[in-house]
């Protein structure tokens, strides 16, 4: 068990800091000047973003289908359910990690197209 415990830590841990300038916390690089307006357009275009729900149906789908899937192939690959637990979970992290990658990068472009609509030259 100590093993499925550094498996479900370290991701968490990777996902925690990767997730600081990212989703709805990002912060666009701007071509040109940035206008007196331009925190609270940010500010106003990150909330935007935020708006939508921590966990949403596409991760907790890619959650599932990661147990799923791991679940099944540790029972094809070693011919038998010892390991179901752990296989399940360590399919589990990476379709939540998937999930989450997905939708702060949905959120990026959400503060991208936001920026871009109040004028800014938006590069990435």
Do not use: H
């Amino acid at each position: 068990m100590p093993r499925l415990s550094l498996l479900v830590t370290l991701p968490a841990l990777f996902l925690a800091t990767a997730c600081a300038n990212s989703g709805a916390n990002y912060t666009p690089v701007i071509d040109g000047p940035k206008g007196p307006n331009y925190e609270a357009d940010l500010a106003a275009c990150q909330q935007l973003a935020a708006s939508g729900g921590v966990v949403d149906g596409q991760v907790a789908g890619s959650t599932a289908a990661g147990a799923g899937i791991g679940a099944a192939s540790t029972v094809i690959w070693n011919g038998n359910s010892d390991n179901l637990g752990e296989a399940a979970a360590v399919g589990a992290i990476a379709g939540l990690a998937s999930g989450i990658a997905r939708q702060n990068n949905s959120r990026e472009n959400i503060v991208r197209n936001c920026m871009a609509g109040r004028g800014y030259r938006v590069l990435g």
